[in-house]
């Protein structure tokens, strides 16, 4: 039994597909056949010229109309890329499924069935949870079958399931049609043994056509055991799980011994330092390589790491300073709000704004480059609250190598904390858009309030030559978009 693992555009461009090296070093682990084919990468060496893949124009790849552009003027290579895909002779064809990914991926799919009906077609990737997401899209016409959450064992499962029946068949993690009927098989556990899994396997991927040649991304846990009313993590991940420090630097040690080129690891954690002991004994296992075993390899002596991480009270002057010599580049923190009052209706970690202004000073100080993300308007967020952000910008300019203001702002995302308990925070309105929510106590904390603060403090930025992410850029270039749509929606709730 053989299944080909697809990634359409748009996705990332610098480093190979995660989850799909993820994925396929199990299956084959577990005996299956696997090809993989990364579209985004192709489309994009043809297409670079456009810019189309910066991430502030996911806009593109999202909206219906550009994309029917897209796909009108590809409509040839598309063809092409499925007759690719059926000669690979797989059984089963599994598209790695994301905002940006899924129009795409479903016209593949589509094109795909019509040229041959038997194909089992399965989706998996952050589209595919919550459960909401999932189920339009198994009911898609081309679709068969779609995996919820981490996909590593599910597709084992459910090859094997093809395997016994030629269909998909009754499986945790998994829903599929049934003579029309969506079926679903339940939620598959979170995967208790990360350190069970094999490295992911990067061989059906050509370094050279990335961006960055010499770059891995890496996983060292999932989900995160911290409390943010606003954040979905857990939702897609379930229980915070972390490898162990020696299985994290192992999998750095494959990668960096099976590919000479390769010198910088990516990781991809919501937070690397949740799990401090597996972090720490990793930064030591790190700096050891380097400091003492430089000498032979050369990859090994030029290590470096960057990753997101929480600001907590352990992140001393000491910690930081060895975390910059096993190899740390950058470390990415949320701050969100400087106010801290702000910080506890959000239950965002640190408790004090004495830790956050201490590590972030810390860091900055040992070398390691600080970015910092921000939100705009969250409940409760009164304009003294937000000037205090901003105040907090101005005091502490010289740390932050680039800040990343929310492109959201402050949304709602199905299932959060907050989304789970609106009374708490005085949220109205918000179930029939995770944008435009009101806040019943603060009048004034609207939409195009929120967007206001966003400009206002991307401009201080600006003023203190502090970089902005894409976020950033993207809601200057569309801020008039963003305030048209607002108001249609307005005119169509009160109407
Ligand atoms: C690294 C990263 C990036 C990198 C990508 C680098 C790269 N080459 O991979 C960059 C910075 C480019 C990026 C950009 C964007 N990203 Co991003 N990114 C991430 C991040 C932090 C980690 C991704 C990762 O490697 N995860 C680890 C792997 C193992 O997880 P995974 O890919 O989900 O795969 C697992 C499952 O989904 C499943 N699975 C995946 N594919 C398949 C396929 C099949 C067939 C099956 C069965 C299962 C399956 O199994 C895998 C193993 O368990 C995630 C958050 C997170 N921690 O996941 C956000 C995240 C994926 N990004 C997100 C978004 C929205 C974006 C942007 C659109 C945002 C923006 N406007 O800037 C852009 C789009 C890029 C583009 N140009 O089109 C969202 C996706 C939301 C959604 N519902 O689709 C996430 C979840 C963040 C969030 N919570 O909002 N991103
Ligand atoms: S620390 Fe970060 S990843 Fe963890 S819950 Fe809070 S926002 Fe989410």
């Excluded at 010599?325 to 470390?331: D, F, V």
Aim: aromatic share 10%.
């Amino acid at each position: 039994m053989k299944i080909t693992l697809v990634l359409c555009p748009s996705w990332g461009i610098e480093t190979p597909h995660l989850g799909i090296a993820l994925l396929s070093a199990n299956l084959r682990k577990n005996g299956f056949a696997v090809a993989v084919l990364d579209l985004n990468i192709r489309f994009h060496n043809r297409h670079k010229e456009e810019g189309l893949w910066k991430s502030e124009e996911d806009v593109h790849w999202e909206d219906p109309q550009s994309l029917n552009r897209f796909v009108q003027e590809n409509s040839a290579l598309l063809d092409s890329f499925a007759d690719e895909i059926l000669a690979t002779g797989s059984e089963v064809i599994g598209f790695s499924v994301y905002s940006t990914t899924q129009r795409l991926s479903l016209e593949l799919a589509r094109r795909i069935k019509s040229k041959d009906k038997a194909k089992t077609i399965v989706c998996g990737g952050q589209m595919c949870y919550p459960q909401a997401r999932a189920m339009s899209l198994i009911r898609e016409e081309s679709v068969d079958a779609v995996v919820l959450g981490e996909g590593d064992e599910v597709i084992v499962s459910l090859m094997r399931k093809m395997a016994e029946s030629g269909k998909p068949d009754h499986c945790l993690g998994v829903l599929w049609k049934e003579n029309g009927t969506v079926r679903s098989g339940g939620l598959a556990p979170a995967i208790a043994d990360l350190d069970g899994l094999p490295c992911p396997d990067f061989s059906d991927f050509n370094l050279r056509d990335y961006g960055n040649p010499t770059q891995l991304p890496m996983l060292a846990s999932r989900g995160c055991p911290y409390p943010c009313a606003f954040c979905n993590t857990k939702l897609f991940w379930g229980k915070h799980r972390s490898l162990s420090g020696e299985r994290m630097f192992r999998e750095v040690l494959h990668d960096l011994d099976l590919y000479p080129e390769v010198h910088f690891i990516t990781l991809n954690d919501h937070t690397v330092n949740a799990d401090m002991e597996a972090f720490s004994h990793f930064v030591d296992l790190a700096t050891e390589l380097k400091e003492k075993n430089g000498h032979l390899k050369k990859n090994y002596a030029r290590l470096g790491w960057k990753g997101a991480a929480v600001i907590r009270e352990e992140m001393t002057k000491e910690l930081m300073e060895r975390v910059k010599r096993s190899g740390c580049i950058e470390l990415e923190y949320g701050v969100e709000s400087a106010s801290d009052k702000v910080r506890r209706i959000m239950r965002k970690p640190p408790k004090d704004m004495g830790t956050l202004e201490r590590v972030i000073r810390d860091t900055a100080e040992a070398g390691i480059d600080v970015r910092a993300n921000f939100m705009f308007g969250f409940p409760g967020e009164t304009v003294e609250d937000f000037e205090q952000t901003l105040e907090f910008l101005r005091r502490n300019k010289d740390y932050f190598r680039q800040v990343h203001p929310s492109e959201t702002f402050c949304h709602i995302d199905p299932d959060t904390y907050m989304y789970n308990h609106p009374q708490e925070f005085g949220i109205t309105n918000f179930l029939t858009n995770s944008l435009y929510w009101e806040s019943a106590e603060d009048l004034q904390n609207i939409y195009p309030e929120r967007l206001r603060r966003h400009q206002v403090f991307c401009d201080l930025a600006s003023s203190l030559n502090i970089p902005l992410s894409p976020g950033g850029l993207k809601i200057r270039l569309y801020k008039q978009h963003f305030l048209d749509e607002y108001f249609k929606y307005k005119e169509r709730a009160a109407g």
